[in-house]
Nanobody, 126 residues
Framework: QVRLVESGGGSVQTGGSLRLSCTTPGHADGLAYMYYMAWFRQTPGQGREGVAADEDGTTTYADSVKGRFTISKDNAKNILYLQMNNLKPEDTATYFC??????????????????WGKGTLVTVSS
């Protein structure tokens, strides 16, 4: 069973940057066949919001993060990244990595992803 693990969360001030990583411990090429991957975020009491997706090389971003966040995948290192720049207090959330080998019409529909990490917390202070 493939397990996703996120890292890189932390606390920053407004305008700061963080880079989140997602990998599959114990599976050196675990992400190689995950052609569809995404980052979601969630705050207490809210549903998971898709922020960035990589569909076999095609990237999609939520309007709220366009121009500030970048999703990328390094198959050689088996890592999915989310580079987050110019962070705002409203970006505060737990960020989750999601993956699936199959295609779907909506990259930000959380129900389409089979594999999930447990999340990493990002806190942005003003």
């Amino acid at each position: 069973q493939v397990r996703l693990v996120e890292s890189g969360g932390g606390s920053v001030q407004t305008g700061g940057s963080l880079r989140l990583s997602c990998t599959t411990p114990g599976h050196a090429d675990g992400l190689a066949y995950m052609y569809y991957m995404a980052w979601f975020r969630q705050t207490p009491g809210q549903g998971r919001e898709g922020v960035a997706a990589d569909e076999d090389g095609t990237t999609t971003y939520a309007d709220s993060v366009k121009g500030r966040f970048t999703i990328s995948k390094d198959n050689a290192k088996n890592i999915l990244y989310l580079q987050m720049n110019n962070l705002k207090p409203e970006d505060t959330a737990t960020y989750f990595c999601a993956a699936d080998p199959a295609a779907d019409a909506d990259p930000f529909n959380p129900e389409r992803y089979t594999y999930w990490g447990k999340g990493t917390l990002v806190t942005v202070s003003s």
